[in-house]
């Protein structure tokens, strides 16, 4: 049975699966996404700022934004609904999102946060740089307390006589009284025991407010084996991630630098795709820089700050895309079956390019996409019906959110992981298991493992949940590779990445974005059209003669070799060796001018010519080659010689059209 079958199988299965669980499924509502946006958020954030007399920060400073979820919160959220009980009438009056706003201005930094649905202030922190700074002279508490309530107010979060002042406390910080208040503003009873606090956290040092935090304080029962499990593996994901990487890329490295003839032609178009990567990459890193602003301590000098985030960006972006080079080419050396790699076999051959083949491809890639989309679907269905799943705040998606762009950032994000995974996972790590362990299924098995295991760090419980979606989804798109090729499974990741991101963040995009999403969406047909007429306008050879008027010996050897390329494509590897036998055949009557009855005596004169003396180490490498499997007959040399010997021999071609 055809794979495209037995997807279409798979997707019955699955719509049947969907079909007749989701009434039996308990209705979970994810949590609301945030109403206010950065653009308002920023707003909010600088009008306050003018409240409490600070509008020239507002006005000169340098800005970053970034969006955060309260992690605890997620994950108590679902745990709590995963027993049954509801909290939707309360969520969107609850300080669980947020956008963190800073501002650096001179020695000072401030940083505040804006409710992200409310649009409230519920974060406010100044710090002063410098050892000449000062936060203002001591005062006593009934003026500390009054500053505090002003400052409350500011917020329309006057302290009333249902607050409970639950901590009042005073000590010396860096030479100066420091007071801090902490209020209990509302008790939220939960079902089985315990109750989310809002509570009000606020600091005066000198004679200012320093810190303000409007905090909700969650059960730690409901969360912390959780989070546990969770972050027990971070310190472990890095060093899992880098041995993954090592076992690809070295062999590759090495196959490439060893190989490097075979794939010369391949070089320019590879570092076209690199550079398209890096663009990708950096692209990724400018449109998230504010979120990396934000792992710096504030007393970090500002200057430093950008310049090592901006280096993080540029290392990260040239380690993936100098990696990508050597992982494509050594795919392209191991796969035998170069139908499998259509694109990267007509630009080194410089083959016309058939739409029409293309077209399908990428066509297969979308419904490999749906595909994925079903299967990912019915499994989370049946997992949190068996498993309770429980989700935790993701940092990709808050960096969504945060991104100055979050189209822009969601096509990059998908162009560059489809490049670089499917380059990995797919092309590169089937065929190194496939050259060592001679199965398909093997092979698939494999790469689809290592490629789940690096999926581990999703904020998803159990932790194995996500993986193994991404197991299964990496079984199938393993097969795809294998039927359809590479362009299909660079289409499937790219399609399923922009759909399900678009997916988090579709109702806060503007019209335009909107537009822009259905654009990106259909770009791999646009890049098909632009790739076949540039390729074969410009860079495919339409012909095997060069013009009418080359030599006919010429002409003939290229028909030989190109007839031994077909043959190789399709397995036949001693065919293809006679051929290209009876090609060097013809560039020795070429060269000596005229055809010898006697092969002995052909290449004794051969030998004696200066176009021999010139290039003595490729020809005798080439009849070393021809020698070594001509005796016999039966015997035909390995892919790789094969295609070395090719090679040298369309060097000799042109170094004889030269002459």
Known sequence: MKLYWKLIIVSIICIAFLTILLPFQTPKEPLPLPRITRSE??????????????????????IYITYEEDSAFDTFYYTYINMGYTLNDVIEILPVKRWLIRYFYDNMVVTIGVDGFSGKIVFFKLFLRGDDVSYGENIGFIEAYSKASDFLSYIDLKPRGSWKLIVNGSKIEDGVKTYTFVWMVNE??????????????????GSNVVFYKYNLTIPPEYYRKIFLEMYSLKPFLPILSTIVFILLLVPSIILFLRRYSSVKPLLKPTLLLMLILAIAFLAEGALTLDSLIFEFPEDYPTNLILFESLITIVLNA????????????AAFLLEKDKKRLYILTSIARRMPVDSSILLKKVTLGYFTAAVALLISTSFFMVAEMLFKVVYSSFSLINQLYASQSSIGYIFVLSLSAALLEETLFRALSINLFLSNFKRESIAVFCSSLIWSLLHLGYPIYPLWVKSFQIFLVGIIVGYVYLEWGFETVLTYHYVFNLFTLSLSTYTLFS???????FMLLFLPFVVVFALTKIHNKFFAKTSLFLDKSEDPYIGAIREHLHGAKRLMDEGKFLSAFTLMREAFKLLMYKV?????????????RFTETPFYKEHTLTIDLVKATLNKYEIGGFFAPPRNELEELLLELEKLIEEIRKT
């Open 592 to 604: 000596i001018g005229g055809s010898i009855r006697e092969e002995k005596e052909a290449w004794k």
């Open 318 to 329: 040239a380690t993936y895309s100098l990696a990508f080079i050597p992982a494509l080419l």
């Open 41 to 62: 958020a920023l707003k909010i954030s600088s009008n306050f700022l003018g409240k409490i007399h600070l509008a020239e920060v507002a006005a000169k400073s340098l």
């Open 511 to 517: 019209d335009m974005e909107k537009y822009i999403f």
């Open 188 to 205: 939220w009873p939960l079902a089985l025991k315990g109750s989310l606090e809002e509570k009000i956290f606020l600091k005066v040092k």
